[in-house]
């Protein structure tokens, strides 16, 4: 099959055990015969795997990219994968080149989505949208819409790896201690030993960053939403909190920081004038580990690691296999699902939807079970 000498020479199955169960199944049942797919992941090499799953249940597969969207946040991408799928003539398409796809009667059954990148499409069947800030985008959709990021799974990813994918793009730029590689584990000669970060953000993705970074031996301060409840992994660790409204008290840290690095979610989170003097003037190393530009357009691209993109994104593999490989095998196992229930007596509802817990929980027991992540998810599970 496509890819096979790339995902073989580079990964083992461990690192894949729910992608490798579907694509073992679906090699079978053929969910996806004569269905025409569009998955737009971020393009990288670790999503040859769900690839190559898709094209086991017999997708014709499409693979949508960013370089014209409108509609929702534009997304990295490797341009030597991008090339690698084009010479094995899997069509790669931009917004554009689907409507126009659509235009000429050869729309979609099923759209894989990511950050709300096709979803003005019109596929048959549905949609499944990979992250959440891509939600906002499906809310009025007609077309029933699955939510990967509503549920468990998707912890998995946001919580283990983009964490530890920050800090090993940190590393990768020069940034932490000498000759360490991200594994001391909080001791004296930890990467991050004696350097201040403020996150921004106390959810899945900027607990996973608390998480890298208290491994790492940093000293972390986070500031979110204190009217929305503080997690009891923070207080569990003893991570100060500050509230976002407490503008001079934010200003301070920020002024005082080694680094500054942004996961809430939100655009624009920290475009406010007090605030974005404070960044400019501060010596602080900022970056975001959000799909969105959460700095605002008052603090230039250039005063922010990878021009305000996501941090992990400048790597080879962004966020390791072994992390994602439970989201994408779930992204597309909610695919399937749409096509079966399409032909069920009852019609969907239309917009967002949560994933089916019973799903996730096979999703869950493949990733432990025959996973290298295992202990690392009984962990978070237990945060």
């Known amino acids: 099959m496509l890819f096979d000498e790339i995902i073989d020479d580079t990964y083992e199955v461990s ?13 079978e049942t053929r969910p996806f015969a004569g269905m025409r797919v569009l998955a737009a992941t971020p393009v990288f090499r670790n999503t040859l795997v769900q690839y190559r799953a898709l094209l086991a249940g017999g997708a014709d597969l499409s693979v949508g990219i960013s370089n014209d969207s409108d509609a929702g946040a534009e997304m990295p991408c490797d341009s030597g994968i991008v090339a690698l799928l084009r010479e094995s003539n899997i069509p790669v398409l931009g917004l554009q080149d689907a409507l126009k796809a659509e235009f000429r009667g050869e729309g979609f059954d099923l759209v894989l ?22 939600v906002q985008f499906y809310e009025n959709s007609e077309k029933p819409v699955y ?9 998995i990813e946001t919580s283990l790896g983009t964490g530890e994918g920050y800090v090993r793009a940190l590393l990768q730029l020069g940034y932490g201690n000498a000759g360490r590689n991200g594994t001391d584990a909080g001791g004296a000669g930890a990467a991050f030993a004696g350097k201040s970060f403020v996150v921004f953000g106390s959810g899945k993705v900027g607990q996973g960053i608390v998480l890298q970074l208290l491994r790492e031996g940093a000293y972390v301060q986070v500031v979110t939403d204190k009217a929305r409840g503080v997690s009891p992994f923070l207080d569990a660790n003893g991570v100060p909190v500050t509230d976002c409204n ?12 080694d680094f500054v690095v942004t996961a809430t979610g939100v655009k624009g989170a920290l475009d406010r004038p007090e605030l974005t003097a404070a960044l400019l003037s501060s ?8 799909v969105e530009d959460e700095y605002g357009l008052d603090v ?14 400048i790597l ?19 695919g399937e699902l749409l096509v079966r229930e399409a032909g069920a007596s009852d019609k969907k509802n239309a917009g967002p939807m949560d994933p089916p817990s019973e799903l996730e929980q096979r999703i869950l027991s493949m990733t432990m079970q025959d996973g290298l992540i295992g202990p690392e998810i009984a962990e978070m599970l237990s945060l």
């Open 15 to 27: 690192e894949y055990p729910a992608l490798a169960g579907l694509a073992q199944e679906w090699l």
């Open 113 to 134: 989505d990511c950050a709300g990148q096709f979803s003005v499409c019109h596929p048959k069947y549905g949609f499944v949208e990979l992250t959440r800030s891509g």
């Open 147 to 155: 939510v990967a990021d509503s549920g468990i799974v998707k912890r």
């Open 246 to 257: 407490d503008l001079k008290s934010v200003v301070a840290l920020v002024s005082a920081a």
């Open 283 to 290: 010596k602080a190393v900022l970056a975001n580990m959000g």
């Open 300 to 313: 230039p691209a250039g005063r922010v690691l990878a021009e305000k993109k996501p941090l992990n994104f």
């Open 316 to 334: 080879e593999e962004p966020t390791h296999l072994k992390y994602i490989d439970a989201s994408l095998a779930l992204h597309g196992a909610l």
